[in-house]
């Protein structure tokens, strides 16, 4: 059991440092190619930030651990906003700013209502559901770039002279061995995520909600972070909600296209049959994902209280996980 801990820790480290890698590699390659900020900040920055959850999903399913995929993109969503940008509110209250926020709304509340049609309806996610969820994935990033082609002012321009000292052979190394650590550090969590869920005698999903979702999160944690320092709080906040959109469509859709999963039911509310996910964990996803976008784009701003009740529903949540 210990050494399942120890190596579901070094799992983490491997993801967060692979994707640091990955994301510093495309992003170096992309540059050479002269493409703009807008673009690579859409596309790799975000599918790289995005690509521990990918790995841990996708692993989850081949594995035939559904509950894993299901758990980390459930989990993944709620530790974004109810954690993450909830810390960026309560330390950076302010306006937003409305017109960027609308688009990647859209698509997850219209994302989540395929993920409730699946979980409420079907009681599976069947491989053309991944293929829908995927090309949902590829108009987001379409209609991204557009919009930030059309207002290249409102995109978040960074220098990297570190960036620049690298060759072409360096970039393409961190590219390839980002992509290797990554996919090391998610078998580790998978395998050893499970032994722990047994060895606590707890469901997989357990895990994956809490444990797994926070460590794939880590790099949406550190974006938020240097939002905060820079004075862009609302740039982390917008993160959160682009990232929840990749959880949904993308970490999903790659692990239900390659291996279809029922919706796990081993976690059950109090022994009473109710399955936890469909009474507790997709309602608190829609409920912290409302709580913060709607008064938001209804008063044009952050309140510190949103983010205030936002943190305490992460804490009642997490201690309902072990209690009920």
């Known amino acids: 059991m210990l050494m399942s801990i120890v190596l579901f820790a070094i799992g983490l480290v491997l993801l967060i440092k692979g994707g640091d890698w990955f994301v510093d590699g495309a992003t170096g390659i992309a540059k050479r190619f002269n493409l ?14 995005t690509l521990p959850e990918v790995m841990v999903s996708t692993t989850g399913a081949l594995q035939g651990s559904g509950a894993m995929a299901y758990g980390n993109a459930i989990g993944s969503i709620i530790c974004n906003t109810a954690l993450i940008a909830a810390i960026s509110i309560v330390c950076n209250p302010g306006p937003v700013n409305t017109k960027s926020m609308k688009t990647p709304a859209i698509f997850f509340f219209a994302s ?26 590829v108009c987001y990033m ?12 409102e995109a978040e321009h960074e220098e990297e002279e570190e ?24 078998d580790l969590l998978v395998e050893h995520g499970q032994i722990i869920a047994i060895g606590l005698g707890v469901p997989e ?13 880590l790099p949406e944690l550190v974006t938020t972070i240097t939002s905060l320092r820079s004075g862009h709080a609302s740039l982390g906040v917008g993160n959160v909600i682009g990232a929840n959109v990749f959880n949904l469509v993308l970490v999903s859709g790659v692990a239900v296209s390659l291996a279809p999963f029922d919706v796990p039911c081993e976690n059950t509310l109090l022994n009473t049959g109710l399955n936890m996910s469909l009474v507790l964990e ?27 009740a936002l943190l305490c529903i992460y804490a009642a949540f997490c201690v309902c996980q072990f209690t009920l």
Do not use: H
């Open 282 to 308: 997709i309602p608190v996803m829609l409920g912290v994902m409302s709580l913060m976008i709607f008064p938001a784009l209804a008063t044009k701003k952050l309140g510190r209280w949103q983010g205030i």
């Open 205 to 217: 999903t357990v895990v994956a909600l809490l444990f797994v979702a926070l460590g794939t999160s």
């Open 112 to 137: 989540a209502g395929l993920y409730c049609l699946a979980s409420y309806v079907l009681g599976t996610f069947p491989r053309w559901m991944g293929f829908v969820m995927l090309s949902i994935f």
């Open 142 to 153: 379409v209609l991204t770039v557009r919009n930030g082609m059309k207002n290249p002012d």
């Open 163 to 186: 960036g620049k000292q690298r060759t072409l052979l360096m970039e393409l190394a961190l590219l390839v061995v980002g992509a290797a650590v990554i996919a090391v550090g998610a």
């Open 36 to 49: 703009p900020d807008i673009v690579v900040g859409a596309t790799v920055v975000s599918i790289g930030t």
